[in-house]
């Protein structure tokens, strides 16, 4: 009975949350490169901010920022440059702004 408890509380916490994301500090503990782009059309990736870990939808733009590293997904760092990013972003004003604009990029986020 604890094994199916156990198992179905796992299998909730996966399925019934956003894409959680921690920003470092330092480059070697990151995941991921991300840059910040001026204009929609630039960016790999449009972004919404998410107030609430609520979103049942994975790898789609809706990123909700964890206080700790070990709650996240991915852990990222702010570049400077466009150049140095694995991943460039924007971010968007509404929830139904988020998608990708550059879907090879995808993988990246998993």
């Known amino acids: 009975m604890k094994?199916?408890?156990t198992l179905a509380l796992i299998l909730f916490s996966v399925i019934g949350k956003s894409q959680t994301?921690?920003?470092v500090k330092y480059?070697?503990?990151a995941d991921l490169k991300v840059f910040v782009v001026k204009y929609?059309?630039?960016a790999d990736l449009k972004v919404f901010k998410l107030q609430y870990n609520n979103s049942n939808e994975k790898n789609c733009g809706k990123?909700?920022?964890v206080k700790y590293a070990?709650?996240?997904d991915k852990k990222i760092f702010f570049v400077n440059y466009a150049s140095q990013?694995?991943?460039k972003i924007f971010f968007v004003r509404y929830n139904s702004q988020a998608a990708w604009n550059n879907a090879s990029k995808k993988h990246l986020m998993y």
């Open 3 to 5: 094994f199916f408890l």
């Open 21 to 23: 994301i921690f920003s």
């Open 27 to 29: 480059l070697s503990q």
């Open 40 to 42: 929609e059309s630039q």
């Open 85 to 87: 990013a694995d991943l």
């Open 63 to 65: 990123w909700y920022f």
């Open 70 to 72: 070990s709650q996240a």
